[in-house]
């Protein structure tokens, strides 16, 4: 694999694999080091959502919060770390649910989706870039607005669906 671009967060790297008919053919991968998704439930079963601009669509989206794991760092400290800058919540209990791939078409990046209860809220610490707004809704509310088209974002539909699949537990 040859490297094609490399910045903070991610590199593109392009690969040759062979076809059935025997082709070479060229493949470009982006490759991510993974990232969390966080499903923070309040004590009354509201859901924490985010609302936040997505430069790359252009909208302004609803999402659960998430966020990029650095070098080296296991994924539940991602967790805390995402929960906390994104909504200024802190959980007693973070608890692993599910492995996912955002888009192996072309992508390799794993998300890993972690239920965030016993929350105390404080204050966010945004990166300079994020202007994000929170957003309370129960389960029923949240699952309308997937049906709806209010919430877009695959991330965030998977995890208020496998949580609605579970009855909300």
């Known amino acids: 694999?040859?490297?094609?671009?490399?910045?903070?967060?991610?590199?593109?790297?392009?690969?040759?694999?062979?076809?059935?008919?025997g082709k070479q053919?060229?493949?470009?991968?982006?490759?991510?080091?993974?990232?969390?998704v966080i499903l923070p439930i309040?004590?009354?079963?509201?859901i924490?959502?985010?609302?936040?601009?997505?430069?790359?669509?252009?909208?302004?989206?609803?999402?659960?919060?998430?966020g990029t794991m650095e070098a080296g760092e296991e994924p539940i400290i991602t967790a805390r770390r995402e929960l906390m800058e994104e909504t200024g919540y802190r959980a007693n209990e973070l608890?692993?649910?599910?492995?996912?791939y955002t888009s192996p078409?072309?992508?390799k990046e794993e998300m890993r989706l972690y239920k965030a209860t016993g929350l105390t809220a404080g204050p966010t610490a945004q990166d300079d870039d994020e202007?994000?707004?929170l957003f309370l809704a129960d389960l029923p509310k949240a699952i309308k607005m997937i049906h709806s088209g209010e919430i877009r974002d695959a991330?965030?539909?998977i995890g208020l669906l496998w949580y609605n699949q579970q009855g909300g537990q």
Request: charged content about 25%.
């Open 42 to 46: 309040l004590p009354d079963g509201r």
């Open 131 to 133: 202007k994000i707004e």
């Open 48 to 66: 924490v959502l985010i609302r936040q601009l997505r430069i790359a669509v252009e909208e302004n989206l609803v999402e659960l919060p998430a």
């Open 155 to 157: 991330k965030t539909i």
């Open 105 to 107: 078409g072309f992508v």
């Open 25 to 36: 053919m060229e493949r470009h991968i982006v490759v991510h080091p993974g990232a969390v």
């Open 1 to 21: 694999m040859d490297t094609i671009f490399t910045n903070r967060i991610f590199k593109v790297v392009k690969k040759f694999i062979t076809s059935n008919s």
């Open 95 to 100: 608890t692993p649910l599910l492995k996912f």
